[in-house]
């Protein structure tokens, strides 16, 4: 089955304790990204990759770190997390010729 | 800039009332791509539709319809009898193919509570 996967999919955590959200999928798509939900501002892209070692910030990069050493994963990495990073984080990937984005199931994440 | 817009923050209908979700966009593109996600309490994103700048042919799957018009750059969704099952935060969204990896540019979401 084509999915995208993400871990964990809920986090509490304390303030400046590092963490990593992981992301995978399974149909070997050029295209990643990262996306944060917030009310009232739907989701905005933090990072995105478009192949294996390219990536690039997307809108809302500050506090966020990425890497993309396999094509089927893309890992979203907190240094330092901060209590304005709270929010709901989509990873999606799509492929090269096609437009249609493939989300993850989203991780929940406090930082108290 | 590119931009879109969901005015209507919450619809509150009683069950088998139809409803319409608003959309409109802002692009200088002329090749885009429009879609809608159903958001249910669970959290996850459910892919309803896309529509492609080229193809301003309304769809109908269902109880769900969609109008794109492209002289008032709005591609509207309408629920038809809805139910308490389509009780959830509806994003629109628009893409480009390449512009920063294809990304979406999402509104700030309808929340729709349908109430039996």
């Known amino acids: 089955e084509a999915q995208v996967t993400q871990n964990p999919r809920y986090l509490i955590t304390v303030t400046g304790k590092k963490l990593t959200v992981t992301c995978s999928q399974n149909?070997?798509?050029?295209?990643m990204s990262w996306y944060r939900q917030d009310p009232g501002l739907g989701l905005r892209q933090i990072y995105y990759?478009?192949?294996?070692?390219?990536?690039d910030k997307g809108d809302v990069p500050e506090g966020y770190k990425v890497s993309r050493k396999e094509k089927r994963n893309f890992p979203l990495i907190l240094e330092s997390p901060s209590p304005n990073q709270t929010s709901l984080y989509f990873c999606a990937s799509r492929s090269l010729d096609h437009n249609e984005q493939f989300f993850g199931p989203g991780t929940r994440l406090t930082v108290l | 800039a590119q931009k879109v817009t969901q005015a209507q923050t919450e619809i509150s209908v009683v069950e088998k009332e139809d409803v319409t979700l608003d959309c409109v966009y802002e692009t200088r593109d002329t090749t885009y791509y429009l879609f809608w996600y159903k958001q249910p309490p669970s959290g996850e994103l459910v892919f309803l539709i896309r529509?492609?700048?080229?193809?301003?042919q309304n769809e109908i799957s269902g109880r769900y319809s969609w109008n794109f018009q492209k002289s008032t750059s709005s591609f509207n969704f309408t629920i038809t009898a809805s139910q308490v099952v389509d009780s959830a935060v509806y994003f629109c969204a628009l893409g480009t193919y390449y512009n920063q990896g294809g990304k979406l540019i999402f509104g700030q979401g309808t929340e729709l509570s349908v109430k039996p």
């Open positions: 990759s478009m192949n294996v070692e390219v990536t």
């Open positions: 529509r492609n700048s080229f193809d301003e």
């Open positions: 149909m070997n798509h050029e295209y």
